[in-house]
């Protein structure tokens, strides 16, 4: 089993950052891991990706070059650094967690392939 904590949420200006974490508690081995984002009356979208280890590293369109995912393994602590913010960036941020499987691989950002959800932190940015 595996539980996930977020944190680091809050309220910016545009152009703004911030740093989401998500601990992780359980058995956190080999872990492919994943932020998501959901605004009112969206459906949930992938933000960002990363296997284990980092060594792929998936983000959508709407965020690269502005976000960065990592992992810190001596605290078994995902982030995501958010740059350069913008107000369609609000939404409710939520870490997700899988065991490795085949179809990860093709689909890193579907909420679908996600087994383990924290329980969010909101993020809301102000033009």
């Known amino acids: 089993q595996v539980s996930l904590v977020e944190s680091g949420g809050g309220s910016v200006q545009a152009g703004g950052s911030l740093r989401l974490s998500c601990a992780e508690y359980?058995?956190?081995?080999?872990?492919?891991m994943g932020w998501f984002r959901q605004a009112p009356g969206k459906e949930r979208e992938g933000v960002a990706a990363m296997n284990t280890g980092g060594r792929s590293l998936y983000y959508a369109d709407s965020v690269k070059g502005r976000f960065t995912i990592s992992q810190d393994n001596a605290k078994n602590t995902l982030h995501l650094q958010m740059n350069s913010l913008k107000p369609e960036d609000t939404a409710m941020y939520y870490c997700?967690?899988?065991?490795?499987?085949?179809?990860?691989?093709?689909?890193?950002?579907?909420?679908?392939?996600?087994?383990?959800w924290g329980q969010g932190t909101q993020v809301t940015v102000s033009s």
């Open positions: 997700a967690a899988v065991y490795p499987s085949y179809t990860w691989r093709d689909r890193p950002l579907a909420p679908a392939e996600y087994n383990y």
């Open positions: 359980g058995y956190t081995y080999s872990l492919y």
